[in-house]
């Protein structure tokens, strides 16, 4: 499989404040990896492709500027959630797509986001 | 419809029976199919994949695949309490170069002692 890290793991912010979550490939080059949000008892949701070196794929009806991604190293992409509202309260996870052929992908951990 | 269907469940199933869960999918093109596990307040963790029609084993858990009838099932085997999460099958989309995948909502498992 593959080793996925997410930082940080739970964060609080206040209504309006913008919040970076991280999410890192820790035992190879990824150079696809995905964004979902999963609300509580819902399944995953697609948020957007994230692509090293180019623009993130956002999928229908994210906002593009209010989920900010950046993908620029190999082992690295970043979700940042800008003037965060209640509603963008979530479990985000990020996932890493194998190299292999089969194009499984393995999942962080995930970042509970919770905005006050 | 939607593009990945599974039962929601709760499927109950008594400790040490088998766990039937089936996934039914509409894109006659995808080649590769995945089942993860979800606990609850943990992200997927990748179980099981197949690509050839058939049956693929790994432990307790067999997947089986019928491509013609777009259909893919996972058992599992001398069911556990540590065996109750969600279970969650995905599909490539043979739409998107990036490895996207399809996911269905999941199927919740819950195994009783």
């Known amino acids: 499989g593959a080793v996925v890290s997410q930082h940080p793991s739970w964060v609080i912010c206040k209504s309006g404040t913008s919040v970076k979550i991280e999410c890192r490939s820790l035992d190879f080059q990824a150079t696809t990896m995905f964004w979902y949000r999963q609300f509580p008892k819902q399944s995953l949701m697609l948020m957007a492709t994230?692509?090293?070196?180019?623009?993130?794929?956002?999928e229908q009806g994210v906002e593009k500027d209010k989920f900010l991604i950046n993908h620029a190293s190999l082992t690295l992409s970043t979700l940042t959630v800008t003037s965060a509202h209640p509603e963008d309260s979530s479990f985000y996870i990020c996932?890493?797509?194998?190299?292999?052929?089969?194009?499984?992908?393995?999942f962080g951990p995930g970042t509970r986001l919770t905005v006050t | 419809q939607k593009e990945v269907e599974q039962n929601s469940g709760p499927l109950s199933v008594p400790e040490g029976a088998i766990a039937s869960l089936n996934c039914t999918y509409s894109?006659?093109?995808?080649?590769?199919f995945f089942w993860y596990r979800q606990y609850s307040g943990k992200s997927p963790e990748l179980i099981m994949f197949i690509y050839s029609n058939g049956d693929k084993e790994d432990g307790r858990f067999t997947a089986q695949l019928n491509k013609a009838s777009q259909y893919v099932s996972l058992l599992i085997r001398d069911s556990q309490p540590s065996d109750s999460a969600t279970y969650l099958c995905a599909v490539t989309a043979t739409t998107d170069s990036w490895g996207k995948l399809q996911f269905g909502a999941g199927t919740q498992v819950v195994v009783t002692p």
């Open positions: 994230s692509n090293e070196g180019s623009k993130a794929t956002y």
């Open positions: 996932s890493v797509r194998s190299l292999r052929g089969l194009k499984e992908q393995y």
């Open positions: 894109d006659r093109g995808s080649q590769s």
